[in-house]
């Protein structure tokens, strides 16, 4: 495994071929739950030179229904790839879901199940309290609004979806679990496909991504142009493929750190 090198040493000439960011949300775009405004600027910044901008998240669908209405983004990926939105030129809103919804929300109810038996055996867990806003899957808190559980109790919750049938994978600060053998990595391949007519090899050198945890290891594994923010640094054994390159400074920070450096390419 390599170890992920200095965003300072990136070039130049390289980074001014991306037109697509991949990002993260949760501790990479925010620090605490907070999107700074220097953050947000950058992300205006980036679509204003031509940069494409599509968050990637476990966040649920109505924060992503939020994002997507008021960011200056294109389009906003959520429910760990259980769909993307994407705003029309008459201003509404286009779903494009892995499955219908009707049968994600079934699915979702047998979820629902799982995490109430799991979260008898763990102390301290609870669902996340963006729940009720999702529309696929479930949200186990573990660092956001309680005190933060410690690793083997995250590896429970984990291990108990998985045993059930369930694809789980904890992010900063949830525990996520879905039906399905989808991720962040292969809606984001079919909405850089079908929505911005990349191919594998265009994609190689034209997106990047920017994330800061192991549920990220997904798109770190597709996309050779990977940045991860400073606050990666304690996940990198966890990763079985780390991003290429690595930021000094952590959380939205990182990010503005990114974005400094793509627009810097293209002057």
């Known amino acids: 495994m390599t170890a992920p090198t200095s965003l300072k040493s990136a070039s130049p000439q390289e980074l001014a071929r991306v037109s697509v960011v991949l990002t993260d949300v949760d501790d990479t775009l925010t620090r605490h739950g907070q999107l700074a405004s220097t953050t947000l600027a950058a992300i205006e910044r980036l679509a204003a030179a031509g940069v494409t901008v599509i968050p990637v998240t476990g966040g649920c669908a109505g924060w992503c229904d939020h994002i997507v209405r008021a960011w200056p983004v294109a389009a906003v990926i959520g429910e760990s790839g259980a769909f993307r939105f994407r705003r029309t030129a008459s201003g509404g809103l286009d779903v494009h879901s892995v499955r219908p919804l009707p049968a994600l929300r079934e699915e979702q109810q047998r979820l629902l199940a799982i995490a109430e038996r799991t979260m008898r055996d763990v102390p301290g867990a609870r669902l996340a309290a963006d729940q009720p806003y999702r529309l696929a899957d479930v949200a186990v808190d573990h660092a956001q609004d309680v005190e933060p559980l410690d690793a083997a109790a995250i ?44 191919d594998a090899e265009a994609c190689r050198e034209r997106v990047l991504f920017i994330g800061d945890a192991p549920n990220d290891a997904s798109l770190f594994q597709r996309h050779p142009l990977g940045v991860g923010v400073a606050n990666l640094a304690p996940h990198l054994d966890h990763l079985p493929c780390p991003p290429r390159w690595l930021c000094d400074a952590s959380h939205g920070e990182g990010f503005v750190e990114m974005a400094e450096a793509l627009l810097a390419s293209r002057r």
């Open 155 to 198: 590896d429970q919750l984990i291990v108990a979806f998985r045993e059930a049938g369930a694809s789980a994978r904890a992010s900063s600060i949830h525990v996520n679990a879905w039906f399905g053998d989808h991720d962040k990595a292969t809606m984001a391949s079919w909405v850089l496909e079908h929505d911005l007519g990349l």
